[in-house]
């Protein structure tokens, strides 16, 4: 029985690519998107078996998506599959409760058994992956379940941080210094007890901020 997948990805020749590594094989795709929210419309009519998902896409980045998708189909297994190998967007994919995280350096054969393996329900992260992140997915050391009392700006730069940016990619987003933007973090790094970015960004999702 064919494995029904969707594919998300904003430039066709990565589409095109996947179409062709997976001719003659039992993975067939049933749709395919070209942005996070088309991603998600696309898997809530369809109901495949598996749903992959590139990172950054216009109109609803990947992750973002991903939420989404756990939201309404928990049992859909969805791969995030990125040229970025940034343990923000790693760590944030393992909060968000994806599958696993696939490089778009990965094999034909690498590719294929990764998604005939999620769509059976198993997880396919490696334990580099998950040693990578592990830090970011225990509790802030100050505990908060409480209010943070983050300013209105270190609110916008933490959501930015979530999101993957770079302090260069903040400082132009928000219209703000290089440098304030890395006095921002220390701050917010601080008051939520964390000690790196990418668990600011685990404490980020798990407060709902992104």
């Not at 703000?176 to 970015?197: A, F, M, P, W």
Request: aromatic share 4%; charged share 25%.
């Amino acid at each position: 029985m064919a494995i029904k997948v969707i594919i998300a990805d904003d430039h066709e020749v990565v589409r095109a690519g996947l179409k062709s590594l997976i001719d003659g094989t039992d993975i067939r795709i049933v749709a395919e998107a070209t942005s996070g929210s088309s991603a998600h419309k696309l898997a809530m009519k369809h109901r495949p078996d598996l749903v992959l998902l590139d990172v950054r896409m216009p109109d609803g980045d990947g992750l973002n998506c991903l939420a989404r998708i756990k939201l309404d189909q928990p049992e859909t297994p969805v791969v995030m599959f990125s040229s970025f190998d940034n343990p923000t967007y790693v760590a944030r994919a393992v909060a968000l409760g994806a599958a696993g995280y696939l490089s778009k350096s990965a094999s034909r054969n690498e590719i294929i058994s990764a998604i005939q393996t999620a769509a059976s329900g198993e997880s396919i992260w490696s334990r580099d992956d998950l040693r990578r992140v592990t830090g970011a997915l225990v509790a802030p050391r100050n505990g908060s379940d409480g209010d943070i009392p983050l300013t209105k700006r270190e609110s916008e730069v933490l959501k930015q941080l979530a999101l993957g940016l770079t302090n260069k990619e903040i400082a132009q987003s928000l219209g703000i210094s290089y440098e304030t933007v890395k006095e921002h973090v220390q701050h917010i790094l601080r008051k939520i007890g964390v000690s790196d970015r990418t668990q600011a960004a685990v404490w980020a999702v798990r407060k709902n901020l992104v």
